[in-house]
C-alpha cells in the first residue's frame, strides 16, 4: 500500500480544494486557474474575488455582485417566474429535473437577480445574471425579469445598471428563448425613449444571446479585466474562417482596442467608476434628478 497515496493525498486535497465552487467549509485554498498559485480563501474575497499574483477575476453570484456595487444598502427586488418547461423538454436529462438542480444549487429561481440602490446620490435598479445558474443561460424568466427591471427604471426616473453572465440562449426553451433577444432590446429602446442611462458591466462571460441583445446596448458597456465577450465560440469561428485567430481574441482588451466596449474597470475600482460615470450621465439629464 502507497500511504503517500492512500492517506495523505487525499488530506491534501480536502485543505486545498480545487475550485472556489467546493461547498466543503474545510476548504482553506483555492487555485487560480490563470497562473496556478494557491490562494487562500479569505485573503481572496478581502481582494474581491480577484488573484493577487495575476489579476484573474474569479466569478461572482448575484448577491455579491450588488454587494459589490451598493454595499451592504440595497433592496433585492422579486424576479418574474414564468411556467417551468413549456416544451416538456428532454435531452440526457428533463429540463425540469435540471431547474430543481439549479434552484438548489443557487438559491435562486432562476439566473436573474434585481435589485435596488444609490450610488452619487442617484436611484439605480441593477439587474444582474448568475452564470452557476445553468449557465447564466437566457430563458423567459430572465428576459421577462430584464424587462421588469427596465420599467421599474423608467417608473422610478432611475439609472440603468445591468451586469450578464452569460452562456448565450437557453436552449431547453427553443424559440420562447430566442425571443427574449427581443424582448430585451425592446426593453432597452424604452429606456433610450424615457431618456434613462443604461450601464452594462460585461463579466466573464458574456456570449451568444445575451451579448446579441441587451449586454451591447448601453449608453456605457465597461468590461471586466480578461473578460471573454462574444457572441460565437473562438474554435467555431476559426472553423468556419478557416485560419488561426489571436489568442486575446474575444477578450475585453481586444474588443476595447476595437470601440466595441468603452473602459475597461477593475473589480475594486467598479464603485468609483459606476459614480463618476452616474454623476455624468445624469447631470444633464432633469428628468433623472
Known sequence: MNWINEFVTPKIKAIIGTSRSDKNDDVLWTKCPKCEHMLYNEDLAANYMVCGYCGFHFRLNANDRAKL???TQYTVIDTVSVKDDPLKFKDTKKYSDRLKDARRKTSMHDASFIASGDISEQRVIFFSMNF???GGSMGLAVGKSFEKAVNIAIE??????????????????GMYSLMQMAVTAAAVSKLKASRIPFIN????????????SFAMLGDINIAEPGATIGFAGARVIEKTMKQKLPDEFQTAEFLQDRGMVDLISP????QKTLATIVSHLCMYKPNIQ
Open 69 to 71: 456595487i451598493f454595499g
Open 132 to 134: 452557476d445558474f445553468m
Open 156 to 173: 422610478d426616473n432611475a439609472v440603468m445598471i445591468a451586469c450578464p453572465a452569460s452562456g448565450g440562449a437557453r436552449m431547453q426553451e
Open 201 to 212: 458591466i460585461l463579466t466573464h462571460p458574456t456570449t451568444g444571446g445575451v451579448l446579441a
Open 267 to 270: 473589480r475594486k475600482d467598479i
